[in-house]
């Protein structure tokens, strides 16, 4: 993988964990319902589900999808029912210590929301399609899942210290109220796009990644 590859991964892997999307809008509503602190086992779910993500479709899941599409319709569809439940909660919760809203993700619950995130999917496919060189070694896809982890971690934690930042303004029952109405507002626009734009979805097969180590399944192109 050359300097100039890899400096082109950072920049992609930035700008899809750093942009607004399901995660970093959970983010903003927990860091400021919750406090950073808090928050910080729901970064670090968020930042080693992306890395495993990346891991599994190099490794050869998307080949899974590539060969029952109707893996992924189910999982789009869940994925959008679960994250409007989480919307609900969010918008339902008044005050700091709304029992509606309960308590922040755990590392588990932050690492297994990826899997139903489409934005998640999305990433993790475009990391492997397109920056995974071909011949490039067995251990390209590992760099790409570490890379994704090292540069989402403080892109997740800028998200959740603003939402912290935000605290002295949202002391009201009212005031708060109203912003995790406008998050969850928020989070479901997010999924528009998402869920509506196929082009997203990570039925497209991967290009063959072809590897120099041994047991890493390579995938076929469709050109």
Known sequence: MTPELLLAFVLFAFATAGTPGPNNMMLLASGANFGFRRTVLHILGISCGLG??????????????????????????????????????IAMSSSVSDKTLGKPMTFLQAAAFQWVNPKAWAMALGAVTTYAPEGGGWLVIPLLAGTFMLVGAPCSAAWAGFGQGLRPFLDRPAVLRTFNVAMAVLLVVSLYPLVVDHKAAPTTAPREVAVEGPMLPAMRSHG
């Open 52 to 89: 495993f993500m990346v891991l599994a479709m190099g490794l050869g899941l998307g080949g899974v999808f590539r060969a029952y599409p109707v893996l992924h319709e189910v999982l789009r569809w869940v994925g959008a029912a679960y994250m409007l439940w989480l919307a609900w909660k």
